[in-house]
């Protein structure tokens, strides 16, 4: 298996534009994460999902952030308008059940200028 | 929210010595995990311990967990250079929804 897959792994982007990030769990993954890494707030769960449904999106900072995963193999997350304080790193994490470790992916760095 | 608070924010030492971590963390859990991430990289799962569980080995890794003071320890055996990453206890909460909430971590810089 190659792992969770994140794309892109790099996005500079203007501020007030679109962004959107893709994550490829594990095949067989029942569980989907989407974290926020930044220097000042650590990581901050986003939104999980379990079997394709969003099960706690607490995490989602303002409207202007939304996820979604259509099926079990492909999850996005998408900012608009995305603004400078976006700027993080943004990980997508699957596991196989309630009580196993995650699986990481690489990350995608964005820069929002 | 941040659950796990690790101790010391930052540890360097000399290949061969121990490195020792700790996490405390709030609520009630029903797991608790150590993570490794290497600098510009994902999170890398290490260990994995359960609630009802009190110590735990993996390889050169040696996690206790003491759920009446709310703390979990992490000892690195003999340390490498390429052990030198970041270390962050993640938390699973009593209601087993299966999400993790991770602490600030700990910097170990391992030098040759």
């Known amino acids: 298996d190659a792992g969770v897959i994140q794309s892109p792994r790099h996005e500079v982007t203007e501020m007030g534009q679109e962004v959107t990030l893709r994550c490829k769990p594990i095949?067989?993954?029942?569980?989907l994460f989407w974290y926020r890494q930044t220097m000042m707030r650590g990581l901050e769960l986003l939104i999980y999902?379990?079997?394709?449904?969003?099960?706690?999106d607490s995490g989602m900072p303002e409207d202007r952030f939304s996820a979604k995963m259509p099926n079990a193999s492909f999850s996005t997350l998408k900012i608009q308008p995305s603004e400078p304080r976006d700027s993080a790193v943004y990980f997508c994490?699957?596991?196989?059940?309630?009580?196993?470790?995650?699986?990481f992916g690489s990350g995608t760095r964005l820069t929002v200028v | 929210s941040q659950q796990g608070e690790e101790d010391p924010q930052a540890l360097s030492i000399q290949e061969g010595e121990n490195a020792t971590m700790n996490c405390s963390y709030k609520?009630?859990?029903?797991?608790l995990q150590w993570y490794r991430q290497n600098s510009g990289r994902g999170l890398v799962h290490l260990i994995l311990?359960?609630?009802?569980?009190r110590e735990k080995h993996s390889g050169r890794l040696r996690v206790t967990l003491d759920t009446s003071k709310k703390s979990s320890s992490l000892l690195i055996t003999a340390s490498r250079a390429a052990d030198t990453a970041s270390y962050f206890c993640?938390?699973?909460?009593?209601?087993?929804?299966?999400?993790?909430?991770f602490g600030q971590g700990t910097t170990l810089q391992v030098k040759p």
């Open positions: 994490a699957s596991s196989l059940s309630r009580v196993n470790g995650y699986t």
């Open positions: 095949s067989g993954h029942d569980y």
């Open positions: 999902f379990n079997n394709n449904v969003p099960i706690d």
């Open positions: 609520t009630s859990i029903n797991n």
């Open positions: 311990i359960r609630s009802n569980e």
């Open positions: 993640a938390t699973g909460p009593s209601s087993n929804t299966g999400k993790l909430i």
